[in-house]
C-alpha cells in the first residue's frame, strides 16, 4: 500500500530554514509526480508546489517561490523541500502527496509534520 | 493565485442530498477537467473523492459525484450519512501551472 511519511518539522526562528523530507514506499517513486500542501491549523488548504517524476519540472506558489525549493530522490524514494527565510506565516502542517498521473490530483497524503516559526 | 470559493458550510440530514459549490474563474475551473475534491475528518490527512470534475477513486462510495459547469463545479453527497461529516475542499489546475485549492466547506449532518 502507498505510504508516505514527513520528517522533519519543529519550532524554528523567523529567518531560519528547515528542511523537510517524504518517505515514499508502495509504489514506483520514480514515476510519479509529488506535491506539497500546507495547512495552518484549523484553516484551509494551501498548495506550496509541485515536482515531476523525474525533477525536471518545478513549480511553485507565489507565496514560496524563492525561498522554498523542492527537490527528489529517485534511488531513496524521498522527497524534500528546503525552506529558507522563513516567516510568520509559514507555520503550518506540511503535507507530501503523490500525484494521480494526468489528473493533476492529490491522490494520496502522508499525515503531515508541523512547522511552527516563532521566536 | 486567489483560492476557489466556496460556502462555508452546508447541513443535511441523514439520507438527504446536498451539494457543494466551487468557483473560479477561466483559468482554473473553467479551463479544464483537471477539479477534484477532497473530504478531510479533523486530525486527518484529506482524501481524495473525485477527480477530473467526475471521477471516483476506488473505494470512494457512489454516494459521492461530480460535476462542472463553467466556472463552477459542484459536489453533491446523496444519502447522507454521519461519517460524511467532514470538511470537503475542490481544487484545480491552472493555466500558469500552479494549483490552487478551494476555502473549504464544513458539511454538518443534522
Known amino acids: 500500500q502507498v505510504q508516505l511519511v514527513e520528517s522533519g518539522g519543529g519550532v524554528v526562528q523567523p529567518g531560519r530554514s528547515l528542511r523537510l523530507s517524504c518517505a515514499a514506499s508502495g509504489f514506483t517513486f520514480s514515476n510519479s509526480g509529488m506535491y506539497w500542501v500546507r495547512q495552518v491549523p484549523g484553516k484551509g488548504l494551501e498548495w506550496v508546489g509541485f515536482?515531476?517524476?523525474?525533477?525536471?519540472?518545478?513549480y511553485y506558489a507565489d507565496s514560496v517561490r524563492g525561498r522554498f525549493t523542492i527537490s527528489r530522490d529517485n534511488y531513496k524514494n524521498t522527497l524534500n523541500v528546503q525552506m529558507n527565510s522563513l516567516r510568520g506565516e509559514d507555520t503550518a502542517v506540511y503535507y507530501c502527496?503523490?500525484?494521480?498521473?494526468?489528473?493533476?490530483?492529490?491522490?494520496?497524503w502522508g499525515q503531515g509534520t508541523l512547522v511552527t516559526v516563532s521566536s | 493565485q486567489s483560492a476557489l470559493t466556496q460556502p462555508a458550510s452546508v447541513s443535511g440530514s441523514p439520507g438527504q442530498s446536498i451539494a457543494i459549490s466551487c468557483t473560479g474563474t477561466s483559468r482554473d475551473v473553467g479551463g479544464d477537467n483537471h477539479v477534484s475534491w477532497y473530504q478531510q475528518h479533523p486530525g486527518k490527512a484529506p482524501k481524495l473523492t473525485i477527480y477530473e470534475v467526475s471521477h471516483r477513486p476506488s473505494g470512494v462510495s457512489n454516494r459521492f459525484s461530480g460535476s462542472k459547469s463553467g466556472n463552477t463545479a459542484s459536489l453533491t453527497i446523496s444519502g447522507l450519512q454521519a461519517e460524511d461529516e467532514a470538511d470537503y475542499y475542490c481544487s484545480s489546475y491552472t493555466s500558469s501551472d500552479t494549483w490552487v485549492f478551494g476555502t473549504g466547506t464544513k458539511v454538518t449532518v443534522l
Open positions: 515536482i515531476s517524476d523525474d525533477g525536471s519540472r518545478i
Open positions: 502527496a503523490k500525484d494521480l498521473s494526468s489528473a493533476w490530483a492529490f491522490e494520496y
